[in-house]
């Protein structure tokens, strides 16, 4: 199996890196970890960043960019705290989003967005959160006809289990901590995805559900697999026409794919695209350029096992034969 890069700069702690080629240019977008005197609770109060930074390199192995702050958390009227992972995409005028996950002044994660003329920023943010947005880990993806979807969602922390519809129409505060379903033929939690207005400033319908399915009984993942099961870190990228929906099952520490024929799904289950790393936490992406395919990810190797303080690494990544995605060159 291939190893990962040295961390991508040293002088700033960074994690939850979403990376995308605009211009023939790798940015990554990642969050911002710092010292904190919070202790480590499941809920994430340790994980207090303020701002963002956008890195970027004209290849993998080449010189890194840091190219400062582009966003602050209190440049944003509607957010209290946490600028948690965000996300990037070119929209069809031109413009690039951000997409990122803070709480609002009543403690609930909303998603946010904020635009730029350039794709490193500074970002200006819109006034108020997306409509109908919750929880956290927003990833965009750009689909072939200019859509631009947004799939979300994350567990304890996150507060996708305070929602008891697809919709996220109710927040329920009494499950706002390390909750999430169990039992026997329980199904897991799955993440969320809607497509964006053609404004960028709301969602265009009603948020939806995913399924990720499990190959042996094309039924979905059961919430007790938790080798399988999604906890955060929502990914997705297109392939031959295949779509590729990729995740973190949290305190199992792996990241996992699926696939399907669908933006919306379902999607099943394929396998494993990285192994447990040092820290708590794992949060990827999957970027391909110049016809090479890089898994973008973080682990705590700077801080020497600090779960807060993480440091973003990249590796390679290939297509199989049959389109699986595999860790070792064929």
């Avoid at 202790?39 to 960019?65: A, C, I, P, W």
């Avoid at 600028?83 to 929209?91: E, I, K, R, V, Y």
């Avoid at 750009?142 to 996220?168: E, M």
């Avoid at 040092?278 to 700077?302: A, K, Q």
Wanted: contains cysteine.
């Amino acid at each position: 199996m291939t190893t990962s890069t040295p961390p991508l700069v040293t002088d700033i702690f960074t994690a939850d890196p979403s990376a995308h080629v605009f211009n023939n240019r790798i940015y990554v977008y990642p969050s911002h970890d710092r010292e904190t005197p919070i202790k480590f609770n499941d809920k994430g109060d340790q994980y207090d960043m303020v701002d963002y930074h956008v890195l970027s390199m004209d290849r993998v192995g080449g010189e890194v960019t840091d190219h400062g702050v582009a966003l602050k958390v209190e440049d944003v009227q509607w957010a209290s705290k946490q600028l948690w992972a965000p996300d990037a995409f070119q929209g069809k005028d031109g413009l690039y989003y951000l997409c990122f996950p803070a709480r609002d002044h009543d403690g609930i994660f909303r998603l946010g967005l904020a635009s730029s003329s350039k794709p490193e920023g500074p970002f200006t943010p819109q006034p108020s959160y997306i409509p109908k947005s919750f929880s956290i880990d927003p990833a965009s993806f750009v689909d072939d006809d200019g859509s631009v979807y947004v799939y979300f969602g994350g567990i304890w922390g996150g507060q996708l289990q305070c929602y008891n519809t697809p919709t996220g129409d109710h927040f329920d505060a009494s499950q706002d901590g390390p909750h999430e379903p169990t039992g026997s033929g329980v199904p897991a939690l799955c993440p969320r995805v809607a497509r964006l207005s053609d404004d960028y400033t709301s969602f265009a319908e009603p948020v939806r559900e995913l399924q990720i399915l499990a190959p042996e009984t094309g039924k979905p993942i059961l919430a007790d697999d938790h080798d399988r099961r999604f906890f955060e870190a929502s990914w997705l990228h297109k392939k031959n026409g295949v779509y590729y929906f990729s995740y973190s099952t949290g305190d199992t520490h792996y990241i996992a794919y699926a696939t399907g024929d669908s933006p919306y799904g379902p999607f099943t289950y394929r396998g494993r695209l990285l192994e447990p790393v040092v820290g708590w936490t794992t949060h990827h992406s999957i970027v391909e350029h110049e016809e090479r395919l890089w898994l973008f990810h973080h682990d705590c190797e700077l801080s020497k096992g600090e779960s807060h303080l993480r440091n973003v690494k990249v590796k390679e990544l290939w297509y199989g034969k049959d389109g699986e995605i595999v860790t070792e060159k064929p």
